[in-house]
């Protein structure tokens, strides 16, 4: 009997005593009784600090690459052969000679030969000194690619230039190249996810709910596929397409490709849940009153079953982004010139490059920012899932 | 398995009052699955050639311990599940009798409204995703009988004639106590008005002190509906109190049904006797040795030969072991399925 | 009491506090009662009275976020019978220390409601049945063996050199109890705290495990705390009952005055609402009005006060009773008995003479 909730509110029945008696004794503020079981769980993912952080931080990614033409400075495949593997260029605010200086500004650019290498090498001139100017009007871009516009969040008078997080080989952008990698790889676990989910409940709630010889089938039929070799199958289905394709429809049919192999968790775990429901009694009690299959599974399933479902498929989505990283790094998923996060790893594959330019690795740190953040909201929700829990 | 039991009605010849639900040899055997292909290897006989009928405005008790199979009898009456053989007859007020086990899903679906259930748990028995007026008007949502305010009328009035506020309508299930929920699966068994309800262990889940607020309105509600109820329990003082008839559960079989005041006094069964025995008396000034049944209920996957009592029955014979005894009248209204049910003399409770 | 040669187990003004994310909840409010040496104490309740935080308490063992932050549990071990009494603070003991490890499973034993989950389920019955002897008992293996087959054949199992080598998940509720309770005697503990122990078996087999535990008792003098909320298994093996409500003991008493003199308004109403076999069959059973409150909001004054058919408006919604001793060793928490306060109000003063 635990599962009566600490934070239950106290009802009675019409006895005036007797809810004089408790009301004094309660002191509750508000009436949780009148709150929905969405609304509890709302409630209890807000009191989790690591969640409501992820949170934050993916909202403030989506909106980035959302608006990115906006935030990024430069086109993301404009080569600059003047700054090959710039160093970043970070803000600041104080000057060489000690001075405070109110807008943030960036140093200019020091080139020189490394005789020993042949190659040039970049530092900051700390004599130059170009201030951040926000909102600043640049390259026209159409943005969501319908609204012309040409303000960009941020920039620096020419010549100066604002390389907030370095070059890559070809001088080009890596914040920019960043964001908009991020289009790709931050939106390839949506889309997977969200076939993968179509896939998964309904093959899941079929299963469970109908049972039978359908089920056994189709269980078989998992277990078959859940013991091939993921990474290998995935880099067959990504060799077999066809090299002429245009970006888009890459990404599209990797999004598939990895889903179709990601739904069979999803689906047991559905199947797993609509077999606890099924047997619950207020199942049997619909049933009783006349309810038809579909009134069972779309009002007393489902709706119980969801939150399982978003915890599940929250924690599906950092393992498809890790998925199209890995593919896009192998030269199989996303190929350049088009980027995404697994494509710009690419550059930094060799221990070499990364001792010289160490910031060729920062994709994998918004990587690894992003599968976090998606971890603990699902966490966050899994908590919450079960709002009658103490 | 097969042996048929005793087809007549086993209570029904003292009572002139109608019948309103008969079961004649009611079997419910669950295959045992295995292996890659979840091929059958088995059976397990939950429900095994159970007979009896029910008098309108009866209160009839069907007790037994854990695994007897009287949850999954009174789920077969519902046909909440689907029973593998045997007769459930419904006899209505327009339509006569009704062959419920052959029913059409839609078919059934119509003929629900007369006879609804209310279970044990009730942590498990409300959505909780669903609001009280969700919870209790979903039968007449269902069946079309009313919506809007009509709708909103008659929860309040179901929730009223339970003991609850209407108030209480928009509020979900988590914010209820036990008993309270128990109500409100009362309210909703109530709203088709049925004719006849499956009480599945109503109060067991409950505290003491609640569990006489819900038996009370059980029967005030029996009095005010004129309902017929199968009230499945395994609190033998629970069902004392409540029954007009009982019938004692053993392994899937019943082994002796009578009019609860007779079983409680001249058990004939020797099960029926030790249960009865076992039953812990609220007055220290009363203590008494007990009948002590040595080991334990058999799995009902693989039940013993002949009578299924025998291995632990104190007066088990020979032909114990190898005959499995009918259920058989031996007083009006009162049968037991005992080989010696005349010769022994049993000691009861009252 | 506390002095009294005979008391094994003393418990003063328990207060326990469970800490959780929604509040401070408490759990037992200021419990007080007393095990007498060879006596059955029944502890009754319902559900969030406090009787397992009770036993939890006892054993030393509460979950982490769970404290003793008031009262005194003191235990006076086998060895002063005779001599003169050398009590155990059990409150003080650290959980997880050698003293509390000694007494506890060793001189103040547990059984709990759930036999499958007491049990784990990878080792076998005789493999945790020696864990518990060679702890507190300096044997050889096959000394072990022999005090462990020997324990289950106390506990009339069949075949216990069978049973000894079986896995919990192959033998029945009823045997699984027996083993449990095999377990706890292992070591001849001076007193034994049965927690629900037949609340998930059936009443044949509960008739079994109780028969057992009466002989058990009869045989080596242990001392039982009987918590469960069924009255008549109290009335069927307890000499002495504690009711508890809302983490306090209101009345404790012995068992006959319990069932035939109660003087708590609690117990009074909880007797009347059970069904009993001698009831003419379908009246109407006495009720407590509401139900239990969560512990978490406790009313004022006495915490029966909202359902109580007693209860003297004014008076025991603002006074908390304190321990009134009442003639026969019963001990009641209830304002009715309180001779000041109850002349202090008028309208009730008349009632309170009938009496």
Redesign the interface.
Known sequence: MAKQAVLIPVLDEEDPTLAAGFAKAANVSGDIGQLSVGQLMWRRFLRNRLAVGGAIVLIFMYSMILFAEFVIPYDHFVSNSDFVTRPPQLPRFIDSEGNFHLRPFVYGTETVLDTVNLIYLHKDDLTQIYPIHFFVKGKPYKLFGLIPWDVHLYGVDEPGTVFLLGTDRNGRDMFSRIVIGGRVSMTVGLVGVILTLIFGSVLGTASGYFGGIFDTVLQRGIEILMSFPTIALWAAFAAALPPDITAITRFFFISIILSLLGWTSLARQVRAKVLAYREMDFASAAKAAGASHWRIILVHMLPNALSHIIVIATLAIPGMILAETALSFLGLGIVPPAVSWGALLQDAQTVAVVLKFPWLMLPGAFVILTVLSFNFIGDGIRDAADPFAI | MAQKENKTNPNGSVDSRTTLLEVTDLKMHFPIRKG???RVVGHVKAVDGVSFSIQKGDTFGLVG??GCGKTTTG?CV?R?LDPTDGQIVYYDREEGPIHIESLEPTE???F??D???M???P?????????LRQ?VG??LI??KVASGKELDDRVAELLRSV???PE?M???P???????RQRI?LA?AL??NPEFIVADEPVSAL???????V??LI?DLQEEFGLTYLFIA?????I?????HVAVMYVGRIVEVAE??EL?RNPLHPYTE??L?????????Q?KS????E???PNPARPPSGCYFHPRCAYAKEICSQESPPLQEYAPGHSAACHFAKELSLTG?? | MADNQNTILQVENLHTHFFTESGVIRALRGVDFSVERGKVLGIVGESGCGKSVTAQCIMNMLPGNGRAVEGKISYYPRESIGSQTEKVDITGLPPRGKAMRAIRGNEIAMIFQEPMTSLDPVYTVGSQLMEAITLHQNVTKQQGKEIAVDALAKVNLPEPARIFDAYPHQLSGGQRQRVMIAIALSCNPTLLIADEPTTALDVTTQAQILDLMRALQEETHMSIIFITHDLGVVAEMCDDVAVMYLGKVVEQTTVDAAFHSPQHPYTRALLRSIPRLTDENQTRLDVIKGRVPDPSVVPPGCAFHPRCPEVIPGLCDVHTPEVIKLGGGQEVRCLLYDDKLMAQSPTRTALAESR
Do not use: W
Not at chain 2, 123 to 131: I, M
Not at chain 2, 277 to 285: L, V
């Open positions: 890659f292909l979840r311990e854990s789920r519902m909440l059934m679906r119509v629900r409204r006879m609804q259930i279970f044990q748990d942590y498990a028995s409300l959505n909780p995703r669903l609001t919870i979903e039968p269902i069946n003991g609850l506020s209480y928009n509020r979900y988590h914010a209820f106590s036990g008993g309270q699966g909703r709203a088709l505290d003491v002190s609640v569990q006489a607020q038996l009370n029967k395994h609190n033998m003082s629970v004392k109190h409540s029954c007009d609860t005041k409680f030790a249960l025995s076992a039953i812990p008396n609220p007055d220290p000034r203590r007990r009948i002590i049944l080991g334990d209920v409770v009252l």
